[in-house]
Structure formats: C-alpha cells, structure tokens
C-alpha cells in the first residue's frame, strides 16, 4: 500500500465519522429554528449557539469535500446572523439543502 | 507498507476544537508531509502545549468556542516564551485576519489536508 493509499483510507474514515457529526449539528440547528419559529425571536445564547454551530458545520463539510453543504452553511450562518424577529424564510430552504447533502446516499469525496 | 515522506525536522502544534479536522490534518501532515505533529482542542491547550513543546510553529483556529484564535494568538506574543513561534491562522475570513501583523500568514478554511503541508511550507518559508 503507497502512502496514497494509507492517507486515503484513513480520510475516508474519518470523512464517514465527520459526515454523522455533521448530521447532529445539523439537527441541532433544526431544533434551534423549531425554538426560532414557535417563538417569534431567537435569544442571544441561542443564536450564539446557533451561528457556533453552522459555522463548524460549514468549515468541517468544506474540509471535508461537500462543498455544497458547505456553502449553504455559510449562507445559514449569514442568515441566522443577520435575522432579527422571526426566522427569514430562507432559513429553512436551507437547512434542507444541509441535510439532503449530508444523507447517506450522497458518495464522500 | 506506505512509503515514509521524507523527513522533516519540524514540530507543528496544530490548534482546532474540532476533533475531526485535527485528526485528518494530523494524518495528513504527518504521512504526507512528514511532520511531528502536537494538538490541542482549544485556546487554553493550546497556550500550554506551546510553553511545553516550544513548537517550531503553530497552526490555529480563529473560530473556538472560549478563547478564540485571536485571544489565544494575544496570550502566546504576551509569554517570552511563546512570543516568537510563528502562527498561520486558520480563518473563513481570509480578508479580515490578512492585515494582522502578529501572524506569519492564513490559510482560509475550510482547507484542503492534503494541501495544506505545502501551504505551511511555503507560508514560513520551509523547503519541501
């Protein structure tokens, strides 16, 4: 096995294990948008929480070839920070396209 | 068995809260690129792990939950002995952190790990 190979093998790993992780954050930030839209307004440690956790989502899809997901994770980020009120609509537009790029029928790059 | 990198003398801390990243980027700078590799999870690690190991640089994420990149960049040029190891940043915001002088370069994330030993090298000036 060329050091390629070894390399390769490990990332792929570790890219299936970053892949669930991204799954609960993702989860996460759906439950924070839930809270989001049954109340009205999005509280200061929730949005902190909120903008901490699609900005790892974001780096960790991008570092980990699903440049899609990471893209809408950088708009989400933008979103949430700019919202005030209610949670824009976009909101969850994109929330969607997070998950459907991280379901497992998607191939890891 | 893989074929060793060719060896290079130099130790890295590398610094990120996220237990994936640290762990490809690790895997990637030692196999690839042949570095000796120290990790830490957040500011406070890193801050220690840096007095500890005098790393021959440190490679640290702006974005950590408590004490972020910056603040953590702010309390290793204020120890004597930390003040000199040269930091790349590692920064969604490239534009923002380009102009702080503190700092021998950024790399924006997210990065590429298997690019990311080059960017490194040729960030601090280190023959490949």
């Known amino acids: 096995m060329t050091t390629s190979d070894a390399v390769e093998s490990i ?9 669930a992780r991204n799954r609960q954050r993702a989860a996460e930030v759906r439950g924070l948008l839930l809270e989001w839209q049954r109340t009205g307004s999005l509280g200061a440690e929730q949005r902190e929480q909120a903008l901490a956790t699609t900005h790892s989502l974001r780096g960790s899809a991008g570092t980990f070839g699903q440049v899609e997901v990471s893209l809408a994770a950088g708009e989400l980020e933008a979103a949430i920070h700019a ?4 949670p824009p609509a976009v909101v969850e537009a994109l929330l969607d396209r997070i998950e459907n790029g991280l379901c497992d029928e998607t191939p890891v790059a | 068995m893989p074929t060793p990198p060719p060896p290079v003398d130099k130790l890295l801390l590398l610094v990120d809260d996220d237990d994936d990243i640290r762990e490809v980027a690790t895997t990637a700078l030692e196999l690839v690129d042949g570095f000796r590799i120290l990790t830490a999870a957040n500011g406070h690690g890193a801050v220690q792990s840096a007095r500890d190991s005098r790393p021959d640089a440190i ?6 939950p408590g004490m972020d990149g910056l603040q953590t960049l702010a309390r290793l040029r204020a120890d004597e002995q930390t003040a000199d190891i040269p930091v790349i940043l ?6 923002r952190e380009e102009t702080d002088h503190r700092v021998a370069g950024t790399i924006a994330k997210p990065f590429d790990p298997m690019r990311l030993g080059r960017d490194i090298r040729q960030i601090l000036g280190w023959r490949g």
């Open chain 2, 90 to 95: 590692l920064t969604a915001r490239v534009d």
């Open chain 2, 59 to 64: 490679v640290l994420d702006v974005m950590m």
């Open chain 1, 11 to 19: 990332y792929r790993e570790i890219a299936q294990r970053a892949r």
């Open chain 1, 83 to 86: 919202g005030s009120g209610g």
